[in-house]
């Protein structure tokens, strides 16, 4: 198991900007495709982002994508989560994961496809 740590969460007014990091420790963070997932208040986690094991791929739900951008620093074994032109839409808590099998390309946007997650950490945007 690989635990996973985020942070850069808080309360931001629409239009703002936050980072958010998930530091990884435990398994080889390098070789697995990581995601970040968001849950809001009465619904169902659902997926942000993926980017492959050596950052060469991302996806985006649509409704973040030209605002978020996932990356990845294997060195420091960290995963971010770059968020820009925030709407109050994007309230939630924000999880990252790790997917289960090794060298994932990211293609993968159900959370069953990943193993290991974070605690979560909570964005609220205000209007």
């Known amino acids: 198991q690989v635990q996973l740590v985020e942070s850069g969460g808080g309360l931001v007014q629409a239009g703002g900007s936050l980072r958010l990091s998930c530091a990884a420790s435990?398994?080889?963070?390098?070789?697995?495709?990581m995601g970040w997932f968001r849950q809001a208040p009465g619904k169902e986690r659902e997926f942000v982002a993926t980017i492959s094991w050596n950052g060469g791929s991302t996806y985006y739900t649509d409704s973040v994508k030209g605002r978020f951008t996932i990356s990845r620093d294997n060195a420091k074994n960290t995963l971010y989560l770059q968020m820009n032109s925030l709407k109050p839409e994007d309230t939630a808590v924000y999880y990252c994961?790790?997917?289960?099998?090794?060298?994932?390309?990211?293609?993968?946007?159900?959370?069953?496809?990943?193993?290991?997650w974070g605690q979560g950490t909570q964005v609220t945007v205000s209007s």
């Open positions: 435990g398994r080889t963070f390098s070789f697995y495709a």
């Open positions: 994961a790790a997917e289960k099998g090794r060298y994932g390309s990211g293609y993968n946007f159900e959370a069953g496809d990943f193993g290991s």
